[in-house]
């Protein structure tokens, strides 16, 4: 096959309009994830409703993410946009598993700290505060920026639910031009163009702040 490069010039603006989306999402949805994540975790420790919580986390982490991308597109009013909802629904569901990294990292903190902070009559927030949750969270950096990564390359989904992101508009392209592997070649190229400084990026912050 020789390689069309007229066509990569003329689908290229397309194809980055589409990115540009996919980034969007990705980011929103992973802002989501990672505060909804925390709280769900702060949550679950309390004897109450953490019960609760944990198997409403479960559901979400043991259903397809394609499944409730379109379950909730169809039951949402038609003025709420097809890529609102593809970042609510990414976001809820990562965070069930930003829950879990969060967990881990705050199950990881030393006994000898909450007990100092109780010897001391700190109050919960400051606790949390100052105390558990810096600790807890420099152990999951790398965890958490997993996850990203995964995020992003699980938007494609949204196409399900008609949201013009990458993998849209390169099958658009693709189906109007008849020139799919091109098309879908270039999707390949953006996302490496993306998550590779991303993983690059991940690894200095988990190098800089990640516990030894």
């Known amino acids: 096959m020789i390689w069309d490069f007229e066509f990569t010039v003329e689908a290229m603006p397309d194809l980055l309009s589409g990115l540009w989306v996919t980034v969007q999402v990705t980011i929103l949805g992973y802002l989501i994830a990672l505060s909804l994540g925390l709280l769900i975790a702060v949550v679950r420790r309390v004897r109450v409703v953490g019960p609760l919580v944990h198997g409403v986390m479960e559901f979400i982490r043991t259903t397809p993410l394609v499944v409730q991308l379109v379950f909730v597109f169809l039951l949402t009013p038609s003025v709420i946009s097809g890529m609102t909802v593809g970042i609510v629904v990414l976001g809820v569901h990562y965070s069930a598993y930003t829950a879990e990294v969060y967990r881990s990292g705050i199950e990881g903190v030393a006994k000898g700290q909450w007990e100092a902070a109780r010897a001391l009559s700190l109050p919960a927030s400051r606790t949390w505060g100052a105390i558990v949750l810096p600790q807890a969270i ?75």
């Not at 965890?143 to 990203?148: D, K, V």
């Not at 639910?161 to 098309?183: K, N, W, Y």
């Open 138 to 212: 420099r152990k999951v950096i790398p965890a958490l920026g997993n996850y990203l990564i995964a995020m992003f390359k699980d938007t494609p989904l949204l196409l399900a639910i008609g949201v013009a992101e990458l993998l849209t508009q390169a099958r658009r392209i693709g189906s109007a031009s008849f020139q799919v592997v091109e098309a879908y070649t270039l999707v390949g190229f953006l996302f490496l163009a993306v998550s590779i400084p991303s993983a690059i990026l991940i690894r200095r912050l988990e190098r800089r702040y990640a516990a030894v």
